[in-house]
């Protein structure tokens, strides 16, 4: 069983307490110890070394860490602690999609080789709007020892090329299927729209304007402020994670940043700072299959 240090930004807080945060306008002091004791409880019956948690409601915004950013060293998380973010990274890419369509530098109907022409032609069509919405047929990992287990660093190029010739699960628009490979695609496509690297573009229109200025690209060989180590359970006894490159996930989860900048980024697209509200209703929007 592995474990990794996680980002519990709203959803663990919100069903420990959805009651009171739906019968009043604040969290209040006596609530948020009860939380933050249930937490502690919580981490040492499942070995958790450590995590950080926030919520906002209204006005009010609340972060507390807990536990170890390092076990080795005895370092202690703190609101700054900077964790890999995984799939929540692909609201992200979704808004930077978004956002080339609203400025008609991007098609969600055409072919995605439209933006990625280099990525091979399947016997169907393959749009962004399908990719958005997980119905675009490409799969998700197919030899997962293979392709979770990477340790080079990778290109664009090169983390296309890993699943560009793999078939596809379905005909796009008739089944829905998860993939991180279609968000990747995704990716590479903000990058042929826009000219600029998927990173540049993100610290350019979401993570800047949005207020997240510890979001980046992940990146084993870069000085990272306030990184968190990775750890497993095996056996019931922890242990340092393997070492895992995560570049070749890069538009579908290969980011580290803050439970601050995660409530940023909700703030700001709930703002209407990243998106009109037009296409935040597209983005809640459940996608329809071709019946």
Do not use: C
Not at 192 to 219: C, E, F, I
Not at 250 to 276: E, H, Q, W, Y
């Amino acid at each position: 069983m592995k474990l990794m240090l996680r980002t519990f930004a709203l959803a663990l807080f919100v069903a420990f307490t959805s009651h009171a945060l739906h019968a009043q306008s604040r969290v209040s002091d006596q609530q948020l110890r009860e939380f933050e004791q249930f937490v502690v409880k919580w981490m040492a019956a499942e070995h958790v070394p450590g995590l950080t948690i926030g919520f906002f409601k209204g006005d009010q915004v609340w972060v507390k860490s807990f536990g170890f950013s390092d076990v080795e060293n005895q370092a202690r998380t703190t609101n700054e602690s900077s964790y890999r973010l995984a799939s929540v990274q692909k609201t992200m890419t979704a808004v930077a999609v978004l956002q080339l369509a609203e400025r008609k530098q991007l098609d969600l109907d055409a072919e995605i080789q439209a933006y990625v022409p280099y990525f091979p032609r399947k016997p169907y069509p393959i749009t962004a709007r399908q990719l958005l919405s997980h119905l675009g047929g490409i799969p998700h990992y197919v030899n997962r020892d293979v392709e979770q287990h990477i340790t080079t660093h990778k290109t664009t190029r090169e983390s296309i090329a890993i699943f560009e010739n793999f078939d596809l699960v379905a005909e796009p628009g008739t089944r829905y299927s998860y993939s991180s490979y279609g968000y990747n695609l995704l990716g590479a496509a903000i990058e042929g729209a826009s000219k600029q690297s998927y990173a540049d573009y993100m610290r350019d229109h979401v993570w800047g304007p949005a207020g997240m200025p510890n979001t980046r690209l992940d990146d084993p060989r870069a000085i990272i402020p306030h990184r968190v180590r990775g750890y497993r359970l095996v056996d019931g006894k922890l242990e340092n994670s393997e070492f895992i490159d995560i570049s070749s996930r890069f538009a579908a989860g290969g980011s580290r940043g803050t439970v601050p900048d995660l409530l940023a980024f909700m703030r700001a697209l709930n703002g209407g700072k990243l998106l009109s509200a037009k296409s935040v209703q597209m983005m809640i929007t459940p996608g329809v299959t071709k019946d």
